[in-house]
């Protein structure tokens, strides 16, 4: 095998990515609820980083419109409004819907009940 034959391994997530990801989550799962005050100092310690990618991911999430900035306090986790969370139902709706329309076009014979039961248990 030659050198040329290997291939550069996949990035890795930046920490700045790691902790966007890792607040998006929190804040729509819920554990982060909305009006929580966070602050960079604390987020930096909780995430085991420095303060620069914690700072670069939380004003993406401001960008987003996740936090607000609240002056000399740090940020707050922001509510989503039900006209928000209606217009999130509709583009789930238009992207999930023909998906799950091809894939039912694909399963096999019999795999109806063992899916509908995995559903009953996931509510």
Known sequence: MSLSALRPAPPR????EH????LSAAIVSGELEPGTLITVPTLA???DVSAT???EAVLELEKRGFV????????RVTAVSDEELG????VRQLLE?????RLA???PDGALPGLEALADRIE
Not at 19 to 22: C, G, T
Request: no cysteine; net charge positive; proline share 6%.
């Open 13 to 16: 997530a930046s920490l700045r």
């Open 19 to 22: 902790v966007h990801q890792a």
């Open 45 to 47: 310690v909780r995430f």
């Open 53 to 55: 990618p914690v700072r």
């Open 68 to 75: 607000e900035t609240v002056r000399n306090k740090g940020f």
């Open 87 to 90: 217009h999130l139902v509709q």
């Open 97 to 101: 819907a023909p998906a799950m329309e």
């Open 105 to 107: 076009g694909r399963l």
